[in-house]
């Protein structure tokens, strides 16, 4: 059941700008009575879709009105609004003197402060985009980088929903084929409808698939990635963190054994968020909390996206993936030193091919997150309904009875449906728009 707080008829505000001193916040509002709570705040309602310079004044109890602020005020009627409700925007005077009194007039003139994503869930509900196109703003308000900001904004625009919709519109019309199949089983219809039946059910299972078969690159471009930088003790892992990071994020000690936990920071490499940790030098200990530092750093080396191996000598760390970076430090100490084949030679001390590396690592956080033709999956809930409907149809080619086969055809519809929430989403609505910010 829905709560209180989702019924669309209720009016509802939000502060849409930051927090914290600016010359303007915009306050948005929308829902059932937005345009009487404009009309009483304005005295007037603005021509809509236009900005309009208005005073804004509000009555407490007996008094005479007070004069609140002086705002651009935008009013725009519904159905033509983000949310597909009568709503507003007030342009304010940022102070927070300003901001809370507007907000008190809102209240006592029946609106109440919106939940987060709320905006976003009533234009979801009243059918101006779907889930995915939902799912596509939350991660372009997230956005750090240009590459992130492409993909969000390709799937607000509904780039991936219409990918969707196509398989849909042809697997409703091979439904209807298998339908026609199984209720005139006597009217002799010509054996060409189930082979091109057939035939679309291969093709759409075979998209599907090629879809899922990308490295999910888009999944790892929106998270961000990880890099994990491993060898023994003392071969300079903290200091290419510092180097990587340009500022002092782990402690540098010619000790061994200085790390003991997984430092992370957050940089950017080729366009892409990436997350480069620190771990504990792989080494034998009987040091209990050290042991659980190189417990840890093996874990990561199974998370990593990428592995970077460092070592200072002539050889390599152990047991790294195929795809591991080697690097080898410290050849401004040893400088006769012969790198082992694929090794990149730096001095993290004097800077020596630090430059190298870094567009080295670049490349492959560019290569792991590289589009390819089509839109890309960006979340594990969309992977999983496009596997559970390409299943299904698996299931429906090997199927010889008509009446199974369409019921496996009409598993794979309700799987593609709950993508764009088109069925059976109720449950997830609150997780989805939970990620939005309050006035989203």
């Given at each position: 059941?829905?709560?209180?707080?989702?019924?669309?008829?209720?009016?509802?505000?939000?502060?849409?700008?930051?927090?914290?001193?600016?010359?303007?916040?915009?306050?948005?509002?929308?829902?059932?009575?937005?345009?009487?709570?404009?009309?009483?705040?304005?005295?007037?309602?603005?021509?809509?879709?236009?900005?309009?310079?208005?005073?804004?004044?509000?009555?407490?109890?007996?008094?005479?009105?007070?004069?609140?602020?002086?705002?651009?005020?935008?009013?725009?009627?519904?159905?033509?609004?983000?949310?597909?409700?009568?709503?507003?925007?007030?342009?304010?005077?940022?102070?927070?003197?300003?901001?809370?009194?507007?907000?008190?007039?809102?209240?006592?003139?029946?609106?109440?402060?919106?939940?987060?994503?709320?905006?976003?869930?009533?234009?979801?509900?009243?059918?101006?985009?779907?889930?995915?196109?939902?799912?596509?703003?939350?991660?372009?308000?997230?956005?750090?980088?240009?590459?992130?900001?492409?993909?969000?904004?390709?799937?607000?625009?509904?780039?991936?929903?219409?990918?969707?919709?196509?398989?849909?519109?042809?697997?409703?019309?091979?439904?209807?084929?298998?339908?026609?199949?199984?209720?005139?089983?006597?009217?002799?219809?010509?054996?060409?409808?189930?082979?091109?039946?057939?035939?679309?059910?291969?093709?759409?299972?075979?998209?599907?698939?090629?879809?899922?078969?990308?490295?999910?690159?888009?999944?790892?471009?929106?998270?961000?990635?990880?890099?994990?930088?491993?060898?023994?003790?003392?071969?300079?892992?903290?200091?290419?963190?510092?180097?990587?990071?340009?500022?002092?994020?782990a402690i540098v000690s010619p000790r061994a054994?200085?790390?003991?936990?997984?430092?992370?920071?957050?940089?950017?490499?080729?366009?892409?968020?990436?997350?480069?940790?620190?771990?504990?030098?792989?080494?034998?200990?009987?040091?209990?909390?050290?042991?659980?530092?190189?417990?840890?750093?093996?874990?990561?080396?199974?998370?990593?996206?990428?592995?970077?191996?460092?070592?200072?000598?002539?050889?390599?760390?152990?047991?790294?993936?195929?795809?591991a970076i080697l690097v080898r430090n410290k050849?401004?100490?040893t400088p006769t030193t012969k790198s082992p084949?694929?090794?990149?030679?730096?001095?993290?001390?004097?800077?020596?091919?630090?430059?190298?590396?870094?567009?080295?690592?670049?490349?492959?956080?560019?290569?792991?997150?590289?589009?390819?033709?089509?839109?890309?999956?960006?979340?594990?809930?969309?992977?999983?309904?496009?596997?559970?409907?390409?299943?299904?149809?698996?299931?429906?080619?090997?199927?010889?009875?008509?009446?199974?086969?369409?019921?496996?055809?009409?598993?794979?519809?309700?799987?593609?449906?709950?993508?764009?929430?088109?069925?059976?989403?109720?449950?997830?609505?609150?997780?989805?728009?939970?990620?939005?910010?309050?006035?989203?």
């Open positions: 059941m829905p709560s209180e707080r989702t019924q669309p008829d209720a009016p509802i505000f939000a502060l849409a700008s930051g927090a914290g001193r600016a010359a303007i916040a915009v306050m948005r509002l929308t829902g059932a009575g937005c345009g009487e709570i404009l009309r009483h705040l304005c005295g007037t309602l603005p021509t809509p879709r236009r900005a309009t310079l208005s005073g804004l004044r509000h009555a407490s109890g007996d008094a005479a009105p007070i004069l609140l602020d002086r705002a651009l005020v935008l009013w725009f009627p519904g159905p033509n609004s983000y949310t597909g409700e009568d709503s507003a925007e007030l342009h304010l005077h940022a102070g927070p003197a300003v901001i809370t009194a507007v907000a008190d007039a809102l209240v006592a003139l029946g609106a109440r402060p919106a939940e987060p994503g709320e905006f976003t869930r009533r234009a979801f509900m009243n059918g101006r985009l779907d889930l995915i196109e939902a799912e596509g703003i939350a991660d372009l308000i997230d956005a750090e980088t240009e590459a992130q900001r492409r993909q969000a904004l390709e799937q607000a625009d509904g780039t991936l929903s219409r990918l969707y919709d196509e398989w849909a519109t042809r697997l409703r019309t091979t439904l209807a084929h298998q339908e026609a199949l199984i209720d005139f089983p006597d009217e002799d219809l010509p054996p060409e409808i189930e082979q091109a039946l057939l035939n679309e059910l291969r093709a759409l299972t075979h998209e599907m698939r090629a879809h899922l078969d990308d490295g999910e690159r888009g999944e790892r471009l929106r998270r961000g990635l990880l890099f994990a930088i491993v060898g023994v003790p003392n071969v300079g892992k903290s200091s290419l963190l510092n180097a990587l990071a340009d500022r002092d994020v054994g200085t790390t003991r936990d997984a430092i992370e920071v957050r940089v950017v490499l080729g366009d892409v968020p990436v997350t480069l940790i620190d771990t504990a030098g792989l080494r034998e200990t009987e040091d209990e909390i050290e042991a659980e530092g190189v417990r840890r750093a093996l874990f990561h080396v199974k998370q990593a996206d990428c592995v970077i191996g460092m070592f200072d000598g002539d050889t390599p760390p152990a047991d790294l993936p195929a795809n050849i401004d100490l084949h694929g090794a990149i030679a730096i001095s993290v001390h004097d800077g020596t091919g630090l430059a190298q590396l870094t567009e080295i690592l670049a490349d492959r956080a560019r290569a792991l997150t590289a589009a390819q033709a089509g839109p890309p999956l960006t979340r594990a809930r969309h992977r999983a309904a496009i596997e559970e409907s390409a299943s299904h149809l698996a299931a429906a080619l090997d199927m010889h009875w008509p009446e199974m086969r369409g019921e496996d055809m009409r598993l794979a519809m309700r799987a593609l449906g709950r993508l764009t929430g088109a069925v059976g989403v109720e449950d997830l609505l609150d997780t989805v728009f939970g990620q939005f910010c309050i006035g989203k």
